[in-house]
């Protein structure tokens, strides 16, 4: 596969559930992120991981606990969630310089999750 | 903090006519990068055009170019010879360089929603 791969397509779980989001990425890239797409609303981004360590959490609930066990893959991992968690969850990666990053970030097709 | 514009919620354009998308940002930022995506209802988000603040000169990529004015912190998306396939949500986006990690912060617009009547 290339580019950047998202598993599962839609996911539809309830508030008593535990689910894990999966992202791959094939591009040889040293970040990866996790957004929340709402909608009507802008992108939210989540999570920042560089070389598999978390650099950013932009203030996101508990109940949402990522983990990159190596800088292709990223997990998203759901428990308790709320009716108002259901969005499209998109991850992206990115390769950076050590010193300065502004590249270009690429997308996975993300995650349609529904929490009932 | 950056904030990025796009007051079109909606667009229409007939099929291979020209349109331009609206775009305007804010940054206290010297150096940052500009981003066109394109988001179709397969929900993939992908790279239209890229553009980096520091080049004066309007990126172009086939049927897409910008309208880049920095002084009115204004980015416009031209799409030329419109085709079917280009009806999608396209997205503004605006990135913050990050000196010391290999990470940098993409600041979102609401989006635009482009028709194309045949």
């Known amino acids: 596969e290339t580019g950047v791969t998202q598993t599962p397509r839609h996911l539809v779980m309830g508030m008593t559930n535990k689910k894990s989001l999966k992202c791959e990425q094939h591009?040889?890239?040293?970040?990866m992120y996790w957004y929340k797409q709402s909608a009507k609303k802008p992108l939210e981004l989540m999570f920042v991981?560089?070389?598999?360590?978390?650099?950013e959490n932009n203030s996101v609930p508990s109940r949402f606990s990522p983990e990159c066990p190596n800088s292709s893959h990223l997990f998203l991992h759901l428990h308790t969630l709320q009716p108002e968690d259901s969005a499209l969850y998109l991850c992206?990666?990115?390769?950076?310089?050590?010193?300065?990053?502004?590249?270009?970030?690429?997308f996975g097709p993300g995650t349609r999750l529904t929490v009932l | 903090a950056q904030t990025v514009t796009q007051s079109q919620p909606e667009m229409s354009v007939q099929e291979a006519e020209t349109v331009t998308l609206s775009c305007t940002y804010d940054?206290?930022?010297?150096?940052?990068?500009l981003f066109w995506y394109k988001q179709p209802p397969s929900r993939q988000m992908i790279l239209v055009i890229r553009?980096?603040?520091?080049?004066?000169q309007n990126a172009t990529e086939n049927r897409f170019s910008v309208n880049f004015q920095k002084a009115a912190k204004s980015f416009s998306l031209k799409i030329s010879d419109s085709q079917l396939g280009d009806a999608a949500m396209y997205f503004c986006?605006?990135?913050?360089?990050?000196?010391?990690?290999?990470?940098?912060?993409?600041?979102f617009g609401t989006g635009t929603l482009l028709a194309v009547q045949p």
């Open positions: 986006a605006s990135s913050t360089p990050n000196y010391g990690g290999a990470t940098n912060k993409l600041i």
């Open positions: 940054t206290s930022e010297s150096d940052y990068y």
């Open positions: 553009q980096e603040a520091y080049k004066q």
């Open positions: 591009l040889g890239h040293n970040a």
């Open positions: 992206a990666s990115s390769q950076g310089t050590l010193y300065r990053s502004t590249d270009t970030q690429y």
């Open positions: 991981y560089s070389l598999e360590e978390r650099v």
